[in-house]
């Protein structure tokens, strides 16, 4: 888990943990608001568009998967407790 790399389960994807910054409110609810990448850019999410428990069939993984509004991109990020991933593509 520290290089942010495991086992594919789709060629060119991986998945990427990932430093997040969110706001916890009273009721135990979480919402992300941004992104910091290995290399320190930060990418805000402007929107949450869905959450739901959901599994990553493209890296593997389960977790509360966020769809987020990021730039012009919709992104999934997952919060698979106690960390935050995406799917990355590589090649």
């Given at each position: 888990?520290?290089?942010?790399?495991?086992?594919?389960?789709?060629?060119?994807?991986?998945?990427h943990y990932v430093e997040v910054v969110a706001r916890y409110d009273t009721e135990g609810g979480i919402t992300p608001l941004s992104i910091t990448?290995?290399?320190?850019?930060?990418?805000?999410?402007?929107?949450?568009?869905?959450?739901?428990?959901?599994?990553?069939?493209?890296?593997?993984?389960?977790?509360?998967?966020?769809?987020?509004?990021?730039?012009?991109?919709?992104?999934?990020?997952?919060?698979?407790?106690?960390?935050?991933?995406?799917?990355?593509?590589?090649?």
């Amino acid at each position: 888990m520290q290089d942010g790399t495991q086992n594919n389960t789709e060629p060119n994807r991986r998945k990427h943990y990932v430093e997040v910054v969110a706001r916890y409110d009273t009721e135990g609810g979480i919402t992300p608001l941004s992104i910091t990448w290995d290399d320190g850019r930060v990418f805000e999410i402007t929107r949450i568009l869905d959450v739901r428990r959901a599994a990553s069939l493209r890296v593997g993984g389960r977790g509360i998967r966020y769809l987020c509004k990021i730039g012009e991109r919709d992104s999934h990020l997952y919060f698979e407790d106690p960390a935050w991933f995406v799917e990355e593509k590589w090649s």
